[in-house]
T-cell receptor, first 112, second 113 residues
Framework: GAGVSQTPSNKVTEKGKYVELRCDPISGHTALYWYRQSLGQGPEFLIYFQGTGAADDSGLPNDRFFAVRPEGSVSTLKIQRTERGDSAVYLC??????????FGPGTRLTVL | KQEVTQIPAALSVPEGENLVLNCSFTDSAIYNLQWFRQDPGKGLTSLLLIQSSQREQTSGRLNASLDKSSGRSTLYIAASQPGDSATYLCAVRRGGGGNKLTFGTGTQLKVEL
């Protein structure tokens, strides 16, 4: 079916606010990943889901960041008390057993 | 901790030229290596994936090689075109069951008419 989709494409918020970023993976993909890409850098791993559970959350920078995938499909990345340093492009990817990760277009988050 | 380096950081070539992008990684215990293309303001498009047991993969004008023992991969682009202009990223997935990718900082390629 369609590729990985992410909403919103752009999000501008004020310091201290709460934001949610959504990812719709490719239908049937059991694995879902979140990465963060700062300007001029490669993406950095945040968290990986296998089904509904977080198999590896070692990349989450601190406890202000949290992600869920309650039904094993759509995932939401939640950021509390946003800081200016959280400004980046947040990328979502999904994969099946074939290893290749397919990326969405990303959500550009700007914290003022 | 795995570190991935890409050289050069930027490259400008005339149309038609063959070119090589380099990727090196510090921990050779990888499961696979993947090359991506990223256009400005866009997500990543997978170009080639090389399993740790493979030496190279080819797709059209692209050829990627892997020398796991020396921690190196190259992406060869033949007969470059202006449409090849983009940032090229390599990423490694470590062995031992981890699924996350560790990315390099990319090579920004511009192919000029």
């Amino acid at each position: 079916g369609a590729g990985v989709s992410q909403t919103p494409s752009n999000k501008v918020t004020e310091k201290g606010k709460y934001v949610e970023l959504r990812c719709d993976p490719i239908s049937g993909h059991t694995a879902l990943y979140w990465y963060r890409q700062s300007l001029g850098q490669g993406p950095e791993f945040l968290i990986y889901f296998q089904g509904t559970g977080a198999a590896d959350d070692s990349g989450l920078p601190n406890d202000r960041f949290f992600a869920v995938r309650p039904e094993g499909s759509v995932s939401t990345l939640k950021i509390q008390r946003t800081e200016r340093g959280d400004s980046a492009v947040y990328l979502c990817a999904s994969s099946s057993e074939a290893d290749t990760q397919y990326f969405g277009p990303g959500t550009r988050l700007t914290v003022l | 901790k795995q570190e991935v380096t890409q050289i050069p950081a930027a490259l400008s070539v005339p149309e038609g030229e063959n070119l090589v992008l380099n990727c090196s990684f510090t921990d050779s215990a990888i499961y696979n290596l993947q090359w991506f293309r990223q256009d400005p303001g866009k997500g990543l498009t997978s170009l080639l994936l090389i399993q740790s047991s493979q030496r190279e993969q080819t797709s059209g004008r692209l050829n990627a090689s892997l020398d796991k023992s020396s921690g190196r991969s190259t992406l060869y682009i033949a007969a470059s075109q202006p449409g090849d202009s983009a940032t090229y990223l390599c990423a490694v997935r470590r062995g031992g069951g981890g699924n996350k990718l560790t990315f390099g900082t990319g090579t920004q390629l511009k192919v000029e008419l």
